[in-house]
């Protein structure tokens, strides 16, 4: 595996567009190579019964024990509704400057919110879901620029308001604007 890697786990069922359009945004937002891989988990130790929900520090943390040599940057695709201690639920989480990110698509399905199913509309949210989650292990804080995608997002309105990248200053902040993308 190269050394400028981004690896995205894949712990559900998702569509080959879906992981097709997240790899190519991820690999033209970050300058790296993107390779995904389908992994089997089983959850339940993960499952906080008095919640309902998955525990997304756990998450996060199983994720990146499975760092590997060569690899960059790991996120872990999840299709379960994740919370952490402070929060009623995360679309995703990340180690802030560190290697792992994780997200879910679960939140971001429009049949959640009593509207009408539509694929695109959630391939489009969870992809900016992970361009957001790897930003914060590329050291990027929320920004305050409204169509930066490392904008902060309480509500899926919130996520489909924003672009799909990062902003001129968070490219720069992440040193991505002296880079040229891979072929």
Same mark, same amino acid.
């Given at each position: 595996?190269?050394?400028?890697?981004?690896?995205?786990?894949?712990?559900?069922?998702?569509?080959?567009?879906?992981?097709?359009?997240?790899?190519?945004?991820? %690999?033209?937002?970050?300058?790296?190579?993107?390779?995904?891989?389908?992994?089997?988990?089983?959850?339940?130790?993960?499952?906080?019964?008095?919640?309902?929900?998955?525990?997304?520090?756990?998450?996060?943390?199983?994720?990146?024990?499975?760092?590997?040599?060569?690899?960059? %940057?790991?996120?872990?695709?999840?299709?379960?509704?994740?919370?952490?201690?402070?929060?009623?639920?995360?679309?995703?989480?990340?180690?802030?400057?560190?290697?792992?990110?994780?997200?879910?698509?679960?939140?971001?399905?429009?049949?959640?919110?009593?509207?009408?199913?539509?694929?695109?509309?959630?391939?489009?949210?969870?992809?900016?879901?992970?361009?957001?989650?790897?930003?914060?292990?590329?050291?990027?804080?929320?920004?305050?620029?409204?169509?930066?995608?490392?904008?902060?997002?309480?509500?899926?309105?919130?996520?489909?308001?924003?672009?799909?990248?990062?902003?001129?200053?968070?490219?720069?902040?992440?040193?991505?604007?002296?880079?040229?993308?891979?072929?």
């Amino acid at each position: 595996m190269e050394r400028n890697t981004i690896v995205l786990y894949s712990f559900a069922h998702f569509s080959r567009e879906l992981l097709e359009t997240l790899s190519e945004a991820v %690999k033209f937002e970050y300058h790296c190579q993107v390779k995904t891989r389908e992994v089997y988990l089983d959850l339940t130790e993960y499952f906080d019964p008095k919640r309902r929900q998955y525990n997304g520090d756990s998450l996060l943390k199983w994720v990146d024990a499975m760092h590997t040599a060569g690899s960059v %940057k790991l996120v872990g695709l999840f299709n379960v509704d994740i919370f952490i201690p402070i929060l009623t639920y995360i679309f995703g989480q990340a180690q802030f400057g560190g290697r792992t990110a994780i997200a879910s698509v679960y939140r971001l399905k429009n049949e959640r919110y009593g509207m009408k199913n539509g694929e695109q509309i959630v391939i489009e949210r969870f992809t900016k879901e992970v361009i957001h989650e790897l930003g914060h292990t590329f050291g990027l804080a929320h920004c305050y620029d409204p169509h930066c995608v490392m904008r902060s997002s309480t509500y899926v309105e919130d996520i489909d308001q924003k672009d799909r990248g990062l902003c001129k200053k968070c490219q720069s902040l992440a040193g991505l604007d002296r880079l040229t993308p891979p072929l």
